[in-house]
């Protein structure tokens, strides 16, 4: 399985962005997809995450900001991310789990003035 990641950038506090998250190879129709940030000095963490049938779990730090989707029909995971706060800053990665974990390259998300 290979995932691409894109759409991070510089945005300001209280911006928005979308990242997409494109899987291919051998997708199994049991999965969940995810995304996870890492911010400098810090471990990686777990943002979002859906399954296949469409169950859904944030981070308590980005609930009511984030809306993690997905469509099925093109293996593409999104992660629409609304007022974006400083602390949100990081290099962003998706992650496909069925028999195995696969991970994305990451994108940066940065959020300044």
């Known amino acids: 399985v290979q995932l691409q990641a894109s759409g991070g950038g510089l945005v300001q506090p209280g911006g928005s962005l979308r990242l997409s998250c494109a899987a291919s190879?051998?997708?199994?129709?049991?999965?969940?997809m995810a995304w996870y940030r890492q911010a400098p000095g810090k471990q990686r963490e777990l943002v979002a995450a859906?399954?296949?049938?469409?169950?859904?779990n944030y981070a308590d730090s980005v609930k009511g900001r984030f809306t993690i989707s997905r469509d099925n029909t093109k293996n593409t995971m999104y992660l629409q991310m609304n007022s974006l706060k400083p602390e949100d800053t990081a290099v962003y990665y998706c992650?496909?789990?069925?028999?195995?974990?696969?991970w994305g390259q990451g994108t940066l998300v940065t959020v300044s003035s």
């Open positions: 190879g051998s997708i199994f129709s049991l999965n969940i």
């Open positions: 992650a496909y789990t069925s028999r195995a974990t696969y």
């Open positions: 859906i399954s296949s049938g469409g169950s859904i």
